[in-house]
């Protein structure tokens, strides 16, 4: 039988890229609704900043932080500012990320950008945190 308890995260403190809109913001309401602190993140700051407020309104702990993911400086900032807030990160989701054309019908430069957001990125921000 299932047992919404079980899904709880009370004490866990959470990263999400790519949380401004869509998946990655009920990812970040999920998470704190079950107890989790949530750093918010997202190339867009005034996305991210209307995310922690939704969160807070429902009585969750969530801060913003905007960050390019393409940059490592940024992936960096958005680690120290996730500890600093939190202490620590125990979950990491890397959401961020963005599609195109079919690989063979875009330009190289195309496809290294492409290359750099949805894998280097995740790379880079695993690094920064651990």
Same mark, same amino acid.
């Given at each position: 039988?299932f047992n919404s308890d079980n899904l709880?995260?009370?004490?866990?403190?959470?990263?999400i890229t790519g949380a401004g809109a869509?998946?990655?913001? %009920?990812?970040?309401?999920?998470?704190?609704? *079950?107890?989790?602190?949530?750093?918010?993140? #997202? +190339?867009?700051?005034?996305? /991210?900043?209307?995310?922690?407020?939704?969160?807070?309104?429902?009585?969750?702990?969530?801060?913003?932080?905007?960050?390019?993911?393409?940059?490592?400086? %940024?992936?960096?900032?958005?680690?120290?500012? *996730?500890?600093?807030?939190?202490?620590?990160? #125990? +979950?990491?989701?890397?959401? /961020?990320?963005?599609?195109?054309?079919?690989?063979?019908?875009?330009?190289?430069?195309?496809?290294?950008?492409?290359?750099?957001?949805?894998?280097?990125?995740?790379?880079?921000?695993?690094?920064?945190?651990?």
């Amino acid at each position: 039988m299932f047992n919404s308890d079980n899904l709880r995260l009370d004490g866990k403190c959470a990263i999400i890229t790519g949380a401004g809109a869509g998946i990655g913001k %009920e990812i970040a309401i999920t998470f704190a609704t *079950a107890g989790a602190s949530v750093v918010v993140s #997202d +190339i867009n700051a005034d996305a /991210a900043n209307h995310v922690v407020d939704e969160i807070q309104q429902l009585g969750g702990q969530a801060f913003a932080c905007r960050c390019d993911i393409t940059s490592e400086q %940024e992936l960096s900032a958005l680690a120290d500012f *996730a500890i600093s807030k939190l202490g620590k990160v #125990d +979950i990491l989701v890397n959401n /961020a990320g963005g599609g195109g054309p079919k690989p063979f019908d875009m330009p190289m430069a195309d496809f290294r950008r492409a290359y750099e957001l949805n894998v280097f990125s995740f790379f880079h921000m695993a690094v920064a945190l651990f």
